[in-house]
C-alpha cells in the first residue's frame, strides 16, 4: 500500500515550538534506570528553522537533576493508525547517550507496557555510534525478556549529517528504510493473530527524545556532552 496524502507536516520553522503539535514532558523518574530529568526549557530545546534537543550536565549545587534532556510527543494532537512516516535527523553521538525517534499507542495508561506495543524507528547508543536499530515490543516480543522484534546496522558516519529515518506502517507489516534504503520488515503473522503478538492495529503517536545512560544507555563520559540531535523536518502520509 502507498501512502501519498501528506496528513501532517512538521518543519519547526521560526523560533518557538507549535504547542498545538506537540507535549513536552517534564519530570525525575524514568524507565530503564535513565539518569536524565526531562525539562522543558530553552537551554535544551531549540526552535530556529529546525529543533534542536541537547542533553546537558550540570553542576551538582545547580539542581538536583546533574543531567537534564528533552521528551516531546505528539500524544493527544496528533496520532496515527497506519500510514508513512520520514523524520529527517542528524543524531549526534557521545558515551552514555541515548537518542530515539518512537512510537507509543494511544491506550498506554489503560493498558500496561509491553502488552500495549511500542515502535521504534530509530534507536542509538553513544558506545556504538554508527550503528542504527530498528524494533517493535509486544507481550511476547520484548527486550525484558530477549525476544525483542530487532534489527541493527552499522552504517558508517551516520552522525555526520542529516538522515530520512522513514517507517511505512500498513496493517500487513511495519517497515524500516533510511534515505529510501529499505533495512528491515516486520510482517504480521497470518491468520488470527492475538494482541500478545501484534498490537498495531491501533492509533500510535510520535516521541522524540534523548536519554542518558541507563540499562541500555551505559557509561555517561561527561566529557562528551552535551549530547545533541537535530532535526528537520517530520512528515506523515497516509
Same mark, same amino acid.
Given at each position: ?31 530503564? !534506570? ?6 522543558d526549557?530553552? *537551554?535544551?530545546?531549540i526552535? /530556529?528553522?529546525?529543533? +534542536?534537543?541537547? =542533553?546537558?550536565?550540570h ?6 537533576c ?14 496515527w ?9 542528524k543524531v ?23 502488552r500495549?506495543?511500542?515502535?521504534d524507528?530509530?534507536e ?8 542504527i ?6 507481550e ?10 530487532? !534489527? ?8 555526520? *549529517?542529516?538522515?530520512?529515518? /522513514?517507517?511505512?506502517? +500498513?496493517?500487513? =507489516? ?29 492509533p ?7 536519554a ?5 544507555g ?21
Amino acid at each position: 500500500m502507498k501512502h501519498t496524502h501528506l496528513v501532517f507536516e512538521e518543519l519547526f520553522a521560526g523560533t518557538e515550538l507549535n504547542r498545538s503539535h506537540w507535549n513536552v514532558e517534564v519530570g525525575d523518574k524514568w524507565h530503564n !534506570a535513565e539518569a536524565q530529568c526531562y525539562v522543558d526549557d530553552s *537551554d535544551h530545546l531549540i526552535v /530556529k528553522d529546525g529543533l +534542536t534537543l541537547l =542533553a546537558k550536565v550540570h553542576p551538582k549545587h545547580e539542581t538536583k537533576c546533574r543531567y537534564q534532556s528533552v521528551r516531546m510527543n505528539t500524544r493527544g494532537k496528533q496520532e496515527w493508525q497506519y500510514g508513512t512516516f520520514i523524520v529527517r535527523a542528524k543524531v549526534g553521538y557521545g558515551m552514555g547517550s541515548w537518542p530515539a525517534i518512537w512510537f507509543l499507542p494511544t491506550d498506554i495508561g489503560k493498558v500496561k507496557w509491553p502488552r500495549c506495543g511500542e515502535i521504534d524507528l530509530m534507536e542509538n547508543v553513544g558506545r556504538d555510534p554508527e550503528v542504527i536499530h530498528f524494533s517493535l515490543h509486544t507481550e511476547w516480543f520484548n527486550h525484558m525478556i530477549k525476544t525483542q522484534r530487532t !534489527a541493527f546496522f552499522k552504517i558508517p558516519h551516520i552522525h555526520e *549529517d542529516f538522515h530520512d529515518y /522513514k517507517m511505512v506502517w +500498513t496493517k500487513e =507489516a511495519i517497515s524500516f528504510y533510511i534515505d529510501e534504503h529499505h533495512y528491515a520488515t516486520f510482517e504480521k503473522p497470518a491468520g488470527e493473530v492475538p494482541v500478545e503478538s501484534w498490537p498495531f492495529d491501533k492509533p500510535y503517536y510520535l516521541i522524540l527524545n534523548i536519554a542518558v545512560g541507563g540499562t541500555w544507555g551505559g557509561k555517561i563520559e561527561e566529557k562528551d556532552m552535551p549530547y545533541q540531535m537535530d532535526i528537520a523536518s517530520v512528515r506523515v502520509y497516509q
